[in-house]
């Protein structure tokens, strides 16, 4: 058989959670945005998913909320359209008969006793997947968001941020995708929290230390710590789109407070701050690409170069690049590239750099 389209899928799977109990009446279901995401489909499939769960009555929009499931609280969400789609659904013959209705007129009436068969056999159950799903079910009531985004940020070190996804954070937590936003609206959201957590390992001291030299240079090393310990998170943050972090914004508010009664104007004072932030992260994002680079060649830094001496000796002995070919001589051919050294030297640099604006007078 073929498989479904893919807004079948999304359809289906949203409508087994919700008789599963994962998702109840009045829940946020995902946006089109976040579905596309999730499923890796386009926006016009995720709409039509979404559009054909109104249409069956299985969720509405809701003014300034979203679209959650139909229905009163408690209860599942009623179905007031028929689905053709639904291979059980036959019309040949006039209204299906619905046994569920008989045993509700006559409590002490058992359907399958009348006809003889065997409920879970003719059901097609599976004990063994009834079990898992009950799992999942337990699974999905423990889940609390700090779970979420400690699982997050372990799959980020592990893997980097471009193997995280939504899909891979709940199958580690053993729960279903649509569980995970009861607690994180979408995977900006979870990012931005795992920049919060992964910061706060690093806490800025309470009391500041004294001079705005080494009240800077403690936020410097504290990032730098959190860039060494996760690497992915130096590949997050933009200069030009902040990410509104409660955290982040900390780091911002102590690199101002301690240039600031320094005469410099306001302008001045951003420059310094975005200049130490970018240099720590600047250096501290090669973390992960270096991983990357391994990963994808499955050679360290050491074997990539030694497989690049032939051809860098040919580039370097065919111009004129005398310098270069003194410099590495003297330093005997070779040169250790290492990032700790590397941040302690530009680091000491900068600062030198900045106490001729910031102790001008």
């Given at each position: 058989m073929e498989a479904a389209p893919p807004y079948v899928r999304i359809v289906d799977d949203i409508k087994r959670r919700i008789a599963d109990g994962e998702l109840r009446a009045g829940?946020?279901?995902?946006?089109?945005?976040?579905?596309?995401?999730?499923?890796?489909?386009?926006?016009?499939t995720a709409a039509k998913a979404l559009a054909r769960l109104a249409q069956l009555g299985v969720v509405v929009a809701e003014p300034r909320v979203g679209t959650v499931v139909a229905g009163p609280p408690g209860r599942s969400p009623r179905r007031p359209h028929s689905?053709?789609?639904?291979?059980?659904?036959?019309t040949s013959h006039g209204p299906a008969h619905d046994p569920a209705r008989d045993t509700a007129r006559d409590p002490m009436r058992d359907p399958a006793r009348d006809s003889g068969r065997d409920p879970a056999r003719d059901s097609g159950r599976d004990p063994a997947r009834d079990r898992g799903r009950?799992?999942?079910?337990?699974?999905?009531?423990?889940?609390?968001?700090?779970?979420v985004v400690r699982t997050a940020v372990e799959i980020a070190d592990a893997e980097g941020l471009?193997?995280?996804?939504?899909?891979?954070?709940?199958?580690?937590?053993?729960?279903?995708?649509?569980?995970?936003?009861?607690?994180?609206?979408?995977?900006?959201?979870l990012v931005e929290l795992m920049i919060d957590q992964v910061l706060g390992e690093f806490p800025l001291p309470a009391e500041p230390p004294h001079g705005w030299r080494t009240r800077l240079e403690v936020a410097a090393r504290l990032q730098w710590a959190a860039y060494r310990?996760?690497?992915?998170?130096a590949r997050v943050t933009s200069l030009t789109r902040p990410l509104p972090s409660p955290s982040l914004l900390k780091h911002t508010e102590w690199a101002l407070a301690a240039i600031d009664g320094h005469g410099l104007d306001p302008e001045t004072m951003m420059h310094v701050h975005i200049l130490m932030y970018s240099y720590v992260e600047g250096i501290a994002a090669n973390f992960e690409l270096e991983s990357q680079a391994q990963a994808a060649t499955g050679l360290t830094d050491d074997e990539w170069m030694k497989a690049q001496d032939a051809q860098l000796t040919a580039i370097v002995t065919s111009g004129p690049y005398p310098t270069f070919v003194d410099v590495?001589?003297?330093m005997g051919g070779d040169f250790d590239l290492d990032f700790d050294r590397l941040f302690e030297f530009g680091l000491?640099?900068?600062?030198?750099?900045?106490?001729?604006?910031i102790e001008r007078d």
């Open positions: 829940d946020r279901v995902p946006s089109t945005r976040q579905l596309a995401r999730d499923w890796d489909v386009a926006l016009a689905d053709p789609d639904d291979p059980s659904r036959d009950e799992s999942g079910r337990d699974a999905a009531r423990d889940l609390t968001r700090d779970r471009s193997a995280l996804s939504m899909r891979g954070v709940a199958g580690r937590l053993g729960v279903a995708t649509m569980s995970l936003y009861r607690h994180v609206g979408s995977k900006d959201d310990r996760h690497p992915w998170m590495v001589a003297r000491g640099r900068l600062l030198d750099g900045l106490a001729g604006i």
